[in-house]
């Protein structure tokens, strides 16, 4: 069984053909000026210079102001976004969330709108104040010589202080995020009415960045993604188990390779059902609900001259869930992600595990501080539901529910023995774990291997 799920190339193509040909049409002197003046209706001042910056699915236009001053024009890249309004009212609302609870440094927005809205016929847009600053976390902890190309990894000739001075600024950030709780599972929407002062609700889907990639990467049917609420972490879990399975029966190209291969990923994933749907996945708890998000890395960390924390960027795919979610460390650690790691799983675990002892410690102490103050009691502790989280195998269980390519990997070298004994061997068990689904399930197993096969003719 190939390592992980690749994307389906063609749809990979016909995204970026529709990508360059959107970006390919702002290139006009007359769209420059159009940009610029619509800029200036909402913030006055002497525009001396227009920037473009790119971004993974955002292109962004940078006005300086004569008095040293900058806003920036954010544009969802169609193509690259699946959902642009739905992505963009999501980010407003938690970025103005983020100000009414947290002193996280997040950038203020000067005017947003929808593509209908938009005069200029590009799009949701979102304007708002241009945050200085002289670098990025990722810069600074990258190993140099890698270029954007190439995979990130963490640069290991940082000294631990360092390392240590990072931590304790973002550990203060993700406690923040996670003392507010949250009433159900979605996406914050911008409120246009109501008798409190929030400018904020619980109002849509979860949307996140595993989504998208399921629509523009695996060319899976929008209508197979959930479009209400979750009042629950179970019916949320068992709605991501589902996901996976349409994942696997909806990708043409690149998605099984021999009928061993398409055996294997079907049975992983309606194991993984099972165990969603016999609440195994996540115990049920009382925990509740936190805003979290899932592609929150070092990239959108800005710094300063002195390596402070200036500004955090790119709240999108933000949402309210299972608060499991929020008590699981950040994977982004070692910078590489657990499946796309060169070496092997089993070395990003050995290296994650180095760093994850130190940050945990790091987190303590603020906790320790907090607790001085009175902000936080010692049953809140996030350090402790972090470490439980790693020694529990919740970290890998959040992990292969929010990411469907690398989803194969996971399951068989880590929920595999989590889940069905710490000596049990995927490569050699996994036929008679199809004992473990019931009639009914077997009969669906045999029912989607047949008709993979038969769709991508390896039957």
Same mark, same amino acid.
């Given at each position: 069984?190939?390592?992980?799920?690749?994307?389906?190339?063609?749809?990979?193509?016909?995204?970026?053909?529709?990508?360059?040909?959107?970006?390919?049409?702002?290139?006009?002197?007359?769209?420059?000026?159009?940009?610029?003046?619509?800029?200036?209706?909402?913030?006055?001042?002497?525009?001396?210079?227009?920037?473009?910056?790119?971004?993974?699915?955002?292109?962004?236009?940078?006005?300086?102001?004569?008095?040293?001053?900058?806003?920036?024009?954010?544009?969802?890249?169609?193509?690259?976004?699946?959902?642009?309004?739905?992505?963009?009212?999501?980010?407003?609302?938690?970025?103005?969330?983020?100000?009414?609870?947290?002193?996280?440094?997040?950038?203020?927005?000067?005017?947003?709108?929808?593509?209908?809205?938009?005069?200029?016929?590009?799009?949701?847009?979102?304007?708002?104040?241009?945050?200085?600053?002289?670098?990025?976390?990722?810069?600074?902890?990258?190993?140099?010589?890698?270029?954007?190309?190439?995979?990130?990894?963490?640069?290991?000739?940082?000294?631990?202080?360092?390392?240590?001075?990072?931590?304790?600024?973002?550990?203060?950030?993700?406690?923040?995020?996670?003392?507010?709780?949250?009433?159900?599972?979605?996406?914050?929407?911008?409120?246009?009415?109501?008798?409190?002062?929030?400018?904020?609700?619980?109002?849509?889907?979860?949307?996140?960045?595993?989504?998208?990639?399921?629509?523009?990467?695996?060319?899976?049917?929008?209508?197979?993604?959930?479009?209400?609420?979750?009042?629950?972490?179970?019916?949320?879990?068992?709605?991501?188990?589902?996901?996976?399975?349409?994942?696997?029966?909806?990708?043409?190209?690149?998605?099984?390779?021999?009928?061993?291969?398409?055996?294997?990923? $079907?049975?992983?994933? @309606?194991? =993984? #059902?099972?165990?969603?749907?016999?609440?195994?996945?996540? /115990?049920? *708890? &009382?925990?509740?609900?936190?805003?979290?998000?899932?592609?929150?890395?070092?990239?959108?960390?800005?710094?300063?001259?002195?390596?402070?924390?200036?500004?955090?960027?790119?709240?999108?795919?933000?949402?309210?869930?299972?608060?499991?979610?929020?008590?699981?460390?950040?994977?982004?650690?070692?910078?590489?992600?657990?499946?796309?790691?060169?070496?092997?799983?089993?070395?990003?675990?050995?290296?994650?595990?180095?760093?994850?002892?130190?940050?945990?410690?790091?987190?303590?102490?603020?906790?320790?501080?907090?607790?001085?103050?009175?902000?936080?009691?010692?049953?809140?502790?996030?350090?402790?539901?972090?470490?439980?989280?790693?020694?529990?195998?919740?970290?890998?269980?959040?992990?292969?529910?929010?990411?469907? $390519?690398?989803?194969? @990997?996971? =399951? #068989?070298?880590?929920?595999?023995?989590?889940?069905?004994? /710490?000596? *049990? &061997?995927?490569?050699?068990?996994?036929?008679?774990?199809?004992?473990?689904?019931?009639?009914?399930?077997?009969?669906?197993?045999?029912?989607?291997?047949?008709?993979?096969?038969?769709?991508?003719?390896?039957?």
């Amino acid at each position: 069984m190939s390592r992980f799920l690749t994307a389906d190339d063609a749809a990979l193509a016909k995204s970026e053909e529709t990508a360059q040909s959107w970006l390919d049409s702002l290139h006009d002197w007359d769209r420059y000026i159009a940009i610029r003046d619509f800029i200036l209706r909402y913030r006055e001042g002497e525009g001396i210079q227009l920037k473009g910056m790119g971004g993974s699915g955002n292109i962004n236009y940078r006005l300086i102001y004569k008095d040293g001053s900058s806003v920036v024009l954010r544009l969802p890249i169609p193509g690259f976004t699946q959902f642009p309004d739905e992505k963009v009212q999501g980010e407003v609302a938690v970025m103005q969330w983020l100000k009414e609870n947290t002193s996280i440094p997040v950038p203020t927005i000067i005017h947003w709108g929808t593509s209908e809205q938009n005069p200029l016929q590009l799009g949701p847009f979102i304007l708002m104040e241009y945050i200085d600053h002289q670098t990025s976390l990722l810069e600074v902890l990258n190993t140099p010589g890698l270029t954007k190309e190439d995979l990130p990894a963490l640069n290991r000739n940082l000294p631990a202080e360092k390392l240590a001075f990072f931590y304790r600024q973002i550990a203060d950030a993700l406690l923040r995020l996670a003392m507010t709780p949250m009433s159900s599972i979605g996406s914050l929407v911008p409120k246009t009415n109501g008798s409190d002062d929030k400018a904020w609700e619980i109002g849509a889907r979860p949307l996140s960045v595993h989504w998208e990639e399921l629509v523009r990467s695996a060319v899976l049917p929008v209508a197979e993604l959930p479009t209400n609420t979750f009042a629950t972490s179970s019916s949320y879990l068992n709605a991501l188990a589902d996901l996976h399975i349409r994942h696997l029966v909806h990708q043409p190209n690149g998605a099984i390779s021999s009928k061993d291969d398409c055996r294997q990923k $079907f049975l992983a994933r @309606l194991l =993984f #059902r099972k165990l969603a749907r016999e609440d195994r996945l996540l /115990p049920p *708890s &009382n925990a509740g609900f936190r805003l979290w998000c899932d592609d929150i890395k070092p990239g959108n960390i800005l710094l300063d001259d002195d390596e402070n924390i200036t500004g955090v960027i790119d709240w999108e795919f933000s949402y309210a869930a299972p608060a499991e979610f929020t008590y699981v460390p950040p994977w982004w650690l070692v910078l590489g992600k657990p499946h796309r790691w060169q070496e092997g799983l089993d070395d990003w675990t050995r290296s994650y595990e180095k760093h994850l002892e130190r940050f945990l410690q790091v987190l303590q102490e603020c906790e320790d501080e907090w607790i001085r103050l009175s902000r936080l009691d010692e049953g809140q502790r996030l350090s402790t539901r972090m470490k439980d989280s790693w020694e529990t195998g919740k970290f890998w269980v959040v992990y292969a529910a929010t990411h469907s $390519f690398g989803f194969d @990997l996971i =399951f #068989r070298e880590r929920l595999d023995k989590i889940f069905f004994g /710490p000596e *049990s &061997n995927w490569e050699t068990d996994w036929g008679r774990r199809i004992q473990l689904l019931s009639d009914e399930e077997q009969s669906e197993f045999d029912r989607l291997v047949k008709e993979k096969l038969e769709s991508t003719g390896l039957s």
